[in-house]
């Protein structure tokens, strides 16, 4: 009863909310129907329905090597490098940008920012190879003419995931910073006007007011990243490394494992079981760091 009388009570909420929570449903929760396949031995023949199921099988070809440990690791350590760099670098942008006393180029600036976010990883990952490749890289080309040995970056696995990670933070930073930035708009003028009155310079004020205040958003951004951190950027890894296996030590993540055992092994079943393994540990990833959040502070927990 309690429930019909708050969709009534807020009718309109909830109709402004209706075409998102048909996106989520027809896109995000009736496709999770497949993780079916992975206990099933597919059959294109008889669908998904239709084909026998065989319990855990399918997860065999996955735990039984190493492979599982090594993407595993691969996938948290460079989910981890992004989280913590993006949202440092993106939270002092915004801090640096709301300091710009000029209009025109403040907004000249953000834009400047914002502008990788718009750029397909394709693009990015032919701008990589022009300044990294051996032969005719730029970067190569700037150590040659200083005088320094030229360096086969794309034979070197232990540099990519500073690389990768400052790939990232170039394209995304942008993005993250314009949420911090309204998030400092809307902090109440009246705490700089009584930091002033007591004598506290800008860079105190940034200290000792603004940073703090961006403490919930901080860690809503963290969690929606955790929730995900157990989801390499397949369009990010596969468009820059692509089946280089020299670099798959530090780079292979499980959506690159899964999608290379999908295309070599033609089977959708054993593929689907990576997908099941990713898509539980994130579950559980982000159960366990809402909670941690909760203990700490409840009220910038998701729930």
Same mark, same amino acid.
């Given at each position: ?13 909830? @109709?402004?909310? @209706? =075409? ?10 009736? =496709? ?10 597919? %059959? ?5 329905? #239709?084909? =026998? ?31 913590v760099f993006s949202l440092i670098i993106s939270a002092g942008l915004a801090i640096l940008l709301n ?9 000249? $600036? %953000?834009?400047?920012?914002?502008? =990788? ?12 190879? $022009? &300044? ?8 190569n080309k700037f150590l040659e003419s200083i005088g320094l040995m030229q360096i086969p970056w794309f %034979?070197?696995?232990? +540099? ?6 400052? &790939? ?5 930073? *942008? ?5 911090f930035l309204a998030s400092i708009t809307g902090i109440s003028s009246d705490y700089y006007e009584a ?7 800008? %860079? ?9 205040? @961006?403490?919930?958003? &901080?860690? /809503? ?5 955790? #929730? ?6 397949? #369009? ?9 296996? +020299? ?18 092994? *033609?089977?959708?079943? /054993?593929? $689907?079981? +990576? ?5 539980? /540990? ?22």
């Amino acid at each position: 009863m309690g429930f019909f009388r708050e969709i009534r009570k807020n009718a309109d909420l909830y @109709l402004l909310a @209706l =075409p998102g929570l048909l996106f989520l449903i027809i896109f995000a929760y009736i =496709p999770m129907s497949g993780h079916l396949l992975a206990f099933k031995k597919y %059959q294109l023949t008889n669908g998904i329905w #239709g084909s =026998p199921w065989v319990g855990f099988d399918n997860f065999k070809f996955f735990f039984q090597g190493h492979d599982w440990i090594l993407v595993t690791f691969n996938t948290l350590f460079l989910n981890g490098l992004f989280i913590v760099f993006s949202l440092i670098i993106s939270a002092g942008l915004a801090i640096l940008l709301n300091e710009i006393r000029t209009k025109l180029f403040k907004k000249l $600036a %953000q834009s400047i920012i914002f502008l =990788p976010y718009f750029i397909s990883w394709l693009v990015v990952s032919l701008m990589v190879f $022009a &300044i990294l490749n051996t032969d005719n890289g730029l970067l190569n080309k700037f150590l040659e003419s200083i005088g320094l040995m030229q360096i086969p970056w794309f %034979q070197k696995s232990e +540099v990519w995931p500073a690389i990768l990670t400052i &790939i990232y933070v170039w394209k995304f930073a *942008g993005y993250y910073s314009v949420i911090f930035l309204a998030s400092i708009t809307g902090i109440s003028s009246d705490y700089y006007e009584a930091a002033e009155i007591d004598g506290a310079s800008r %860079q105190q004020q940034i200290i000792y007011i603004t940073i703090p205040l @961006l403490q919930p958003v &901080i860690i /809503m951004l963290a969690l929606l990243g955790v #929730g995900r951190i157990f989801y390499g950027d397949f #369009g990010m890894i596969y468009g820059i490394i692509g089946d280089n296996g +020299v670099l798959f030590p530090t780079t292979d993540v499980i959506d690159t494992y899964s999608f290379r055992a999908l295309r070599q092994l *033609g089977n959708f079943s /054993m593929s $689907a079981a +990576v997908v099941f393994y990713q898509s539980v /540990m994130g579950l559980i990833c982000i159960l366990l760091f809402n909670g941690l959040v909760r203990k700490i502070d409840k009220d910038s927990s998701l729930f």
